[in-house]
């Protein structure tokens, strides 16, 4: 499955965005998505994941309240909508697709380019 994620930009601290990985190739309703965040010289980490059906989701705890992911099969498409946003919230944010839960980048097989997310305080 290939992924393409965007939305990416710049923000004022307590401000909006919303980000969204388009799927396209295999069968994009059999994954399970997850959104992922790397900030310079950090490690990925694991922000937030959604189930096939949609109907289980994950969060990183610092996220959680904040950050609502969701998805439409219909339009191959997960979104990452991120309220509130901090300036340690600044990174480049990857969507992957993975077989099963999980929140471990190595479970993922399939990754999108990343988008930069820069929130100015």
């Known amino acids: 499955v290939q992924l393409q994620a965007s939305g990416g930009g710049l923000v004022q601290a307590g401000g909006s965005l919303r980000l969204s990985c388009a799927a396209s190739?295999?069968?994009?309703?059999?994954?399970?998505m997850g959104w992922f965040r790397q900030a310079p010289g950090k490690e990925r980490e694991f922000v937030a994941s959604?189930?096939?059906?949609?109907?289980?989701?994950y969060y990183k705890d610092s996220v959680k309240g904040r950050f609502t992911i969701s998805r439409d099969n219909a339009k191959n498409t997960v979104y990452l909508q991120m309220n509130s946003l901090k300036p340690e919230d600044t990174a480049v944010y990857y969507c992957?697709?993975?077989?099963?839960?999980?929140?471990?980048?190595?479970?993922?097989?399939?990754w999108g380019q990343g988008t930069l997310v820069t929130v100015s305080s």
């Open positions: 190739g295999r069968t994009f309703s059999v994954y399970d």
């Open positions: 992957a697709a993975a077989p099963y839960r999980a929140t471990i980048p190595s479970s993922y097989p399939y």
């Open positions: 959604i189930s096939w059906t949609g109907g289980s989701t």
